[in-house]
């Protein structure tokens, strides 16, 4: 008895004769019940299912778990005509209270799930957004431990779908995958959207799901959803753990796919596979030996192909889309050494300073006059990490060069003159080094100034747009420009504000992000999660609708919960603007996309959050100067014109 760790559970008379009460100490959970006068103290789990036998109730003189109705004696935890029962606790009663003894904890015993979890550390997973619930629970405590040890972060966020979201922003910032954790069933299905954005943009993102315990899997447990299944689309790699599986093996896998495939990998666990014990000895994975060198240089007759075309080109004209992010000082090194003028699609917007000499800001329907111009102006193209969508209208009419390291996108909806299959930086270092010192293309510059001065003047008239139905969406973005930190990463959700940030905003050294292929509503707010957890030094901006805020608008208490550095900038036209716009180019009635707001700065401030109102152009550099300057989550809710776009 004198090895118990006695610990006071209860006042003295806290707990009235005939009742129950559920009581934690230290991790153990317990059923207190007092009977006959007798104050006892049961394990709180039911051996039948793990009722909760704290919520259960004294009748006639039996304890009956509140699940199934099993009984057990109320001070003794014996069940009445059987040997069993649950285990009951030391009890003293005390002057100022109730002390249960309890044996010292059992040191831990390292498990699969810990196995796991130092090996994904190993290769670099650091972020992990989700929820934790009853079938993720012995993976959660891995991570737990892993967080205490400063391994990696745990960002608890309000819905599953924005926990994909972000991890899908942080692959695009930093090519390297977050980890989106979740339960079983409805848990796991909340993924699927922000997965699939992940996927057809080519970021890499670890699923983490739970599942039923193996044992009760197949007859259609409750939650119990065949995800290896339901994941089979999105993930390029998805596998359930099983108690004899390799499990350090497939973490390894689970994050070599991620990375090298530059897509969604998924692991299934089993509820009762997770708090396995490891295997005594068992060595944690990494990448050593594992990843060779992910530079693909192209093919030497590839490359004098190109050489060829650019040897002659006098308008040569350089398009750059997401693909080229991480290798942009050697883009621009070719632009300047070719004098080439250099367009980006819209997910690439950013990638060079708009006020760089040969930048031409964005090319399709997000874009501007100038990239169409120069494009059309251009005897060659070279196409680099973009995907030619329609939405970017890349010409199949001119001459071309297209660079990507995935062979199928190579010519995917057109042929293209010279497909080469590469990595960018490998290929135009390659390029780099075969072409002349001088360039022999005419230098575009003064043409470039020239189109960029005619387009900021319209732009300019546009701000004083007034119909006296809310702010126009140039001025917004006018005052942005002005406001935002150069080197801000910016999020922008689907929606007529997104073409107008397309069109309006001038990117000095911002990142910026968005659902490309996808294009899905709602991506702005969690995606700036993503951003602030991936670049915690760097300001995150939001840039919204009313429409896709709101399907997400809970995440403003993660923000405010783990202090996120993010500005957001909500554009409220009180209407899904995008479909009444299409509705009228289709001849359509307007029908259904109107709506019915809150105070969304009101409900920032009631979430812990600084806002700022805007209801008209003069206040908006102030409001966004000051939001700017708040170091965590600050809302500027812009009242707009939705015609004005």
């Known amino acids: 008895m004198s090895e118990l760790e006695w610990k006071k559970v209860l006042d003295a008379g806290e707990l009235e004769e005939g009742r129950v009460k559920t009581v934690t100490c230290g991790q153990r959970s317990l059923c207190m019940t007092k009977h006959e006068g007798k104050t006892a103290a049961l394990d709180n789990r039911c051996p039948h299912q793990g009722g909760p036998l704290g919520e259960g109730s004294i009748e006639n003189g039996l304890l009956r778990c509140p699940w199934h109705g099993w009984d057990f004696h109320p001070t003794t935890g014996k069940a009445p005509g059987f040997d069993d ?77 924005a926990a994909a979201f972000a991890a899908s922003a942080y692959g695009k910032l930093t090519g390297r995958p977050a980890g989106c954790f979740t339960i079983a ?10 997965l699939y954005d992940a996927k057809v943009d080519r970021a890499p993102v670890l699923a983490l799901t739970g599942q039923v315990e193996a044992q009760v899997l197949g007859p259609g447990a409750f939650q119990e959803l065949d995800l290896a299944a339901a994941f089979l689309d999105v993930a390029a790699w ?36 997770q708090t396995l014990p490891a295997p005594e000895g068992a060595q944690a994975g990494s990448p050593a030996g ?21 040897r002659a080109a006098k308008r040569p004209t350089i398009v750059i889309g997401h693909g080229a992010r991480f290798d942009m000082p050697a883009v621009i090194a070719l632009a300047e050494q070719l004098n080439a003028p250099v367009l980006t699609t819209f997910k690439g917007k950013g990638l060079i300073p708009d006020d760089h000499p040969l930048a031409c800001g964005v090319l399709g329907r997000s874009g501007t006059s100038i990239a169409s111009w120069f494009m ?7 196409v680099l990490g973009a995907s030619f969508s329609n939405h970017t209208g890349i010409t199949a009419k001119l001459p071309t060069i297209q660079v990507d390291f995935d062979r199928k996108a190579l010519g995917k909806f057109h042929p293209v003159d010279v497909p080469v299959w590469g990595e960018i930086a490998a290929t135009v270092a390659a390029l780099t080094g075969g072409l002349p010192d001088s360039p022999v293309a005419t230098d575009p510059r003064a043409e470039v100034a020239e189109r960029w001065a005619i387009w900021r003047a319209e732009k300019e008239r546009r701000t004083h747009d007034d119909r006296g139905h809310g702010v126009n969406s140039a001025a917004v973005f006018a005052a942005l420009t002005r406001q935002a930190p150069h080197d801000a990463v910016i999020a922008v959700d689907v929606g007529n504000h997104a073409y107008s940030f397309g069109r309006y905003f001038e990117c000095k050294q911002q990142a910026v992000l968005m659902s490309g292929y996808l294009g899905s509503i709602g991506f702005g707010y969690p995606a700036a999660i993503g951003a602030s957890c991936a670049a915690p030094d760097r300001k995150a901006i939001a840039v919204t609708g009313d429409g896709g805020f709101a399907q997400y608008l809970a995440e403003v208490t993660t923000a405010v919960q783990y202090g996120l550095d993010i500005t957001h900038v909500l554009l409220d036209n009180g209407e899904l603007g995008k479909i009444s716009k299409e509705q009228r180019a289709g001849e359509f009635e307007v029908w259904k996309t109107s709506l019915t707001n809150p105070d969304f700065a009101a409900f920032a401030e009631s979430c812990g959050a600084k806002a700022f109102r805007v209801t008209s152009a003069d206040q908006l550099d102030d409001a966004l100067a000051q939001a700017l300057a708040v170091e965590g989550p600050a809302m500027v809710h812009v009242l707009t014109d939705a015609e004005l776009i």
Request: hydrophobic share 45%; charged share 25%; aromatic share 4%.
């Open 85 to 161: 029962g649950v285990e009951a606790l030391p009890v003293e009663e005390r002057e100022d209270g109730v002390y249960v003894g309890l044996a010292p904890d059992v040191p831990h015993v390292r498990t699969v799930s810990d196995l796991m979890v130092e090996t994904l550390v190993n290769w670099g997973l650091d972020t992990v957004f989700g929820m934790v619930g009853h079938s993720n629970l012995g993976f959660a405590d891995a991570l737990r431990r892993a967080e205490e040890r400063g391994d990696l972060r745990f960002v608890g966020i309000r819905h599953e779908g």
């Open 185 to 194: 069933g409805p848990g796991a299905t909340n993924l699927l959207t922000g």
């Open 238 to 273: 998805s596998q359930t753990v099983h108690p004899g599986s390799k499990h350090a093996e497939l973490a390894n896998l689970a994050m070599k796919h991620a990375l090298l495939d530059r897509d969604v990998a998924h692991l299934v666990l089993p509820d009762d596979v």
């Open 290 to 310: 594992r990843v060779g060198d992910q530079g693909i240089t192209p093919a030497a007759a590839s490359v004098d192909a190109a050489l060829r075309r650019l």
């Open 376 to 382: 059309n102006e251009a005897d060659l193209l070279i």
